[in-house]
């Protein structure tokens, strides 16, 4: 594959317009792009040329610190940490609608990678503090990407902190970092030098990892080199979810009726909250209707031979109300011309 280089950039101000909205963020010059790839899973398809106007980027997810100072400033309470209403599921055993979330549970020996369950597991008690369940913790965790947070609690942090969530264009094209085309978010070469670039899964998932970056589940944003833009952790690590109603194609045809691609074609994301709440459902593409979002990036727990995600075109579908313990998000300031409708924060906060 020839060299990557970057596109024109149709006139966006490559410098920032304005003054830096925070100290941690970055700003993304914005330009035409190619969007997509054509070289591994069909959602990605087709590759067309995108543009995204300029915007100041998060240099890297949103952290345990930072989403503790959300919660003790609003006392907010997340998705995970309230049971499903028993309205909503009617049918359901009153013992499945507790508070929890999604853990990655490694089995001890190989297994068929077409039934997640193998893999995942619905812990009750499982939420942003207790990642893995209520004997875990995220002490000494301060500078990971917080985890086990749904899509209202990306939009709630959003906006308490004066910023948003990307779409899927402007999230991939500051994954790029300027390499237009490339595989990766540094080139095309998984480990240039045999050096790691992220946090992903070296092995054969879901019961080897060989752990040759060093983690085997999430580690400190900043780890690994950054792209062209100075973003840090874009592709590997966590998901992060982006404000992109999900379809099954770049072109918006959607035609599998909420398909996911998690179950199509291999991802490592678990069933739905949804799913779990409806039992006996066995796979998210059944849980027909929910809304869904465009989530990007992969996880630490992406690997060649289930799920070669961590790529800028990778992209996956993922219900509001769901949260995982490799699924987190980071924000963006768009400029004041740019900016969209104000968006109303989700209201899930505490009696004071």
Same mark, same amino acid.
């Given at each position: 594959?020839?060299a =990557?280089?970057?596109?024109?950039?149709?006139?966006?101000p490559?410098?920032?317009p304005?003054a830096?909205p925070?100290?941690?963020?970055?700003?993304?010059?914005?330009?035409l792009?190619?969007?997509g790839?054509e070289?591994?899973y069909?959602e990605?398809?087709?590759?067309?040329?995108?543009?995204?106007?300029?915007?100041?980027?998060d240099?890297?997810?949103?952290?345990?610190?930072?989403?503790?100072?959300?919660?003790?400033?609003?006392g907010?309470v997340?998705? /995970?940490?309230?049971?499903?209403?028993? %309205?909503?599921?009617?049918?359901?055993?009153?013992?499945?609608?507790?508070?929890g979330?999604?853990?990655?549970t490694?089995?001890?020996?190989?297994?068929?990678?077409?039934d997640?369950?193998?893999?995942? =597991?619905?812990v009750?008690?499982?939420?942003?503090?207790?990642?893995?369940?209520?004997?875990?913790?995220?002490?000494?965790?301060?500078?990971?990407?917080v985890?086990?947070?749904a899509?209202?609690?990306?939009?709630?942090?959003?906006?308490?902190?004066?910023k948003?969530?990307?779409s899927?264009?402007?999230?991939?094209? /500051?994954?790029?970092g300027?390499?237009?085309g /490339?595989?990766?978010?540094?080139?095309?070469?998984? /480990?240039?030098g045999?050096?790691?670039m992220?946090?992903?899964?070296?092995?054969?998932?879901?019961?080897?990892?060989?752990?040759?970056?060093?983690?085997?589940?999430?580690?400190?944003?900043?780890?690994?080199?950054?792209?062209?833009?100075?973003?840090?952790?874009m592709?590997?690590n966590?998901?992060e979810?982006?404000?992109q109603?999900?379809t099954?194609s770049?072109?918006?045809?959607?035609?599998? =009726?909420?398909?996911?691609?998690?179950?199509?074609?291999?991802?490592?994301?678990?069933?739905?909250?949804?799913?779990?709440?409806?039992?006996?459902?066995?796979?998210?593409?059944?849980?027909?209707?929910p809304?869904?979002?465009v989530i990007?990036?992969?996880?630490?727990l992406?690997?060649?031979?289930?799920? %070669?995600r961590y790529?800028?075109?990778?992209?996956?579908?993922?219900? %509001?109300?769901?949260?995982?313990?490799? %699924?987190?998000f980071r924000?963006?300031?768009r400029?004041?011309?740019?900016?969209?409708?104000p968006?109303?924060a989700?209201?899930?906060?505490?009696?004071?």
């Amino acid at each position: 594959m020839a060299a =990557s280089t970057p596109r024109p950039f149709d006139g966006s101000p490559r410098t920032a317009p304005s003054a830096r909205p925070r100290a941690d963020m970055v700003w993304v010059p914005g330009g035409l792009f190619l969007m997509g790839s054509e070289d591994f899973y069909p959602e990605e398809r087709p590759v067309h040329t995108a543009r995204v106007a300029g915007f100041w980027m998060d240099r890297h997810p949103v952290t345990v610190a930072q989403f503790r100072r959300f919660v003790e400033a609003t006392g907010y309470v997340t998705v /995970a940490e309230i049971a499903p209403d028993a %309205l909503d599921f009617p049918d359901a055993d009153p013992a499945d609608l507790v508070p929890g979330s999604l853990v990655f549970t490694p089995p001890s020996a190989p297994v068929r990678l077409d039934d997640f369950r193998a893999w995942w =597991s619905w812990v009750q008690g499982a939420q942003w503090r207790h990642p893995e369940g209520p004997g875990s913790t995220v002490d000494g965790l301060d500078l990971h990407p917080v985890t086990q947070v749904a899509y209202a609690d990306a939009v709630a942090y959003a906006v308490w902190a004066g910023k948003e969530l990307p779409s899927e264009a402007e999230w991939e094209f /500051a994954a790029r970092g300027g390499l237009d085309g /490339a595989t990766y978010a540094w080139g095309d070469e998984f /480990a240039p030098g045999g050096r790691m670039m992220a946090n992903t899964w070296q092995g054969g998932f879901p019961v080897q990892n060989d752990l040759l970056d060093g983690y085997d589940r999430t580690s400190p944003v900043g780890t690994f080199p950054p792209n062209g833009y100075d973003l840090v952790d874009m592709t590997g690590n966590v998901w992060e979810w982006t404000s992109q109603d999900y379809t099954s194609s770049h072109l918006g045809a959607a035609t599998e =009726s909420f398909q996911s691609p998690s179950v199509a074609h291999g991802g490592c994301c678990g069933p739905t909250r949804e799913a779990h709440a409806a039992q006996p459902s066995p796979s998210p593409s059944l849980a027909v209707g929910p809304p869904l979002k465009v989530i990007k990036g992969g996880s630490h727990l992406c690997a060649p031979n289930y799920c %070669l995600r961590y790529r800028p075109a990778a992209r996956q579908s993922e219900t %509001l109300d769901t949260s995982t313990g490799h %699924l987190g998000f980071r924000c963006i300031v768009r400029p004041r011309s740019d900016r969209p409708p104000p968006v109303t924060a989700p209201t899930r906060m505490l009696p004071s």
